[in-house]
Nanobody
């Protein structure tokens, strides 16, 4: 089982970035996907989720209106489009796959929002 995040980097305030999470080793379409983040000195927090069936989404208040989570089951990939980025969005972003009590995590990708 692997979840591999990519797309992070340094971006200016107000900019945008799209994170990708490539999955392998399990039935991707059966799992709820989510993105989480952890800033230095803070606990990991949930950013957004998307269900396995129907693709319903939910967002943390900090992400509403700026971030969009999506999935492509044909490509076994989840995405997080982040717009209007702020310095407080700086964190390591983690991809998660969950089905009942089974959960998998990626290794994370750093996003730094700074001028």
């Amino acid at each position: 089982v692997q979840l591999v995040e990519s797309g992070g980097g340094l971006v200016q305030p107000g900019g945008a970035v799209r994170l990708s999470c490539a999955a392998s080793g399990f039935t991707f379409s059966s799992y709820e996907m989510s993105w989480h983040r952890q800033a230095p000195g803070k606990e990991r927090e949930l950013v957004a989720t998307i269900t396995s069936v129907g693709g319903s989404t939910n967002y943390a208040d900090s992400a509403k209106g700026r971030f969009t989570i999506s999935r492509d089951n044909a490509k076994n990939t989840s995405y997080l489009q982040m717009n209007s980025l702020k310095p407080e969005d700086t964190a390591v972003y983690y991809c998660n796959a969950r089905r009942f009590r089974i959960t998998f995590w990626g290794q994370g990708t750093q996003v730094t929002v700074s001028s």
